[in-house]
C-alpha cells in the first residue's frame, strides 16, 4: 500500500533541524528472546496513566522496527546523565548484532517480557505491544504497560539539538 503523504513545503532537514529544539530524555529500546535487539530512542511519550500506556516512534527503515513487530513487545531503559556512550552505542550501526550488542552492559531479561532492562537505568517499563500507527517513514507503537520501575540516580541524559546534556536534581526540585 502507498504511503499517504503530502508534500508540506517543510523539508525532512528543516524538521529535524526544527523538532531538535525540542529537549527530551533519552532511553534505549530493547526487544527480547530470539529477535533481541536495542535502539537509542528520544521519540518515546506517555500516552495514558489509565490503562498505562506509552508510545514510541520508530523508523520503518530500522532493525528495531522488525524486531518490536515480530517479537510484540518492548522494553524501556531511561539513559543517566552519565550514559552518553551508551546512547552512542546503540545508536551505531557498527555494534554487533543479537546478544552481543549488550556485552557492555548491565541487564537483566524483564520479568514479563524477557526484553533486557537496563539494571543501571533512571527507570524501566516493560510493555504488551497495543498498537501501531503508520506515521509517514515511522511507525508508532503503542505499548500496554506491564511493570516498571525507577532506579536510583539523580541526572538524567538530555539530547537538545543534537547534541547531549544533563539535568541533575540533587541539588532538590523546585
Ligand atoms: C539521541 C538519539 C535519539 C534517537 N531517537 C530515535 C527514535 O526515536 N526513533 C528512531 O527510529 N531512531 C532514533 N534514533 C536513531 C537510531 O538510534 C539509530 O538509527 C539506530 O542505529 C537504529 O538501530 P537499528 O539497529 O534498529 O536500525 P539499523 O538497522 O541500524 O538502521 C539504522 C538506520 O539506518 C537506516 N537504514 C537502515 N537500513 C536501511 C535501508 N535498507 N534503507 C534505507 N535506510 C536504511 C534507517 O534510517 C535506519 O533507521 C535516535 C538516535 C539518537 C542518537
Known amino acids: 500500500m502507498e504511503l499517504a503523504t503530502q ?13 531538535a529544539r525540542f529537549a527530551t530524555g533519552v532511553v534505549v529500546l ?3 528472546g530470539e529477535h533481541i535487539h536495542g535502539m537509542t530512542a528520544n521519540a518515546f511519550s506517555s500516552v495514558s496513566l ?8 520508530v523508523a520503518r527503515t530500522a532493525t ?3 524486531a ?7 522494553a524501556t531503559s531511561v539513559l543517566r546523565a552519565d550514559q552518553e556512550p551508551r546512547a552512542r552505542h546503540f545508536a551505531s550501526r557498527a555494534r554487533p548484532a543479537g546478544r552481543a550488542q ?6 537483566a531479561p524483564g520479568p514479563h517480557t524477557g526484553a533486557p532492562v537496563f539494571t543501571d537505568s533512571l527507570a524501566w517499563v516493560e510493555c504488551a505491544l497495543d498498537g501501531v500507527h503508520e506515521a509517514g ?13 525507577r532506579g536510583t540516580g539523580a541526572a538524567g541524559l538530555l539530547f537538545f539539538d543534537g547534541a ?6 540533587s541539588e532538590g526540585r523546585r
Open 7 to 19: 508534500r508540506t513545503g517543510v523539508s525532512p532537514t528543516e524538521m529535524r533541524s526544527t523538532l
Open 30 to 32: 530493547t526487544v527480547g
Open 50 to 57: 489509565d490503562p498505562p500506556l506509552v508510545l514510541c516512534c
Open 64 to 66: 528495531m522496527h522488525r
Open 68 to 74: 518490536i513487530t515480530a517479537a510484540g513487545h518492548f
Open 102 to 107: 549488550f556485552d557492555t552492559v548491565d541487564w
Open 137 to 149: 517513514d515511522h511507525s508508532v507503537f503503542i505499548g500496554r504497560v506491564l511493570g516498571s520501575g
Open 164 to 169: 547531549y546534556g544533563q539535568v541533575d536534581t
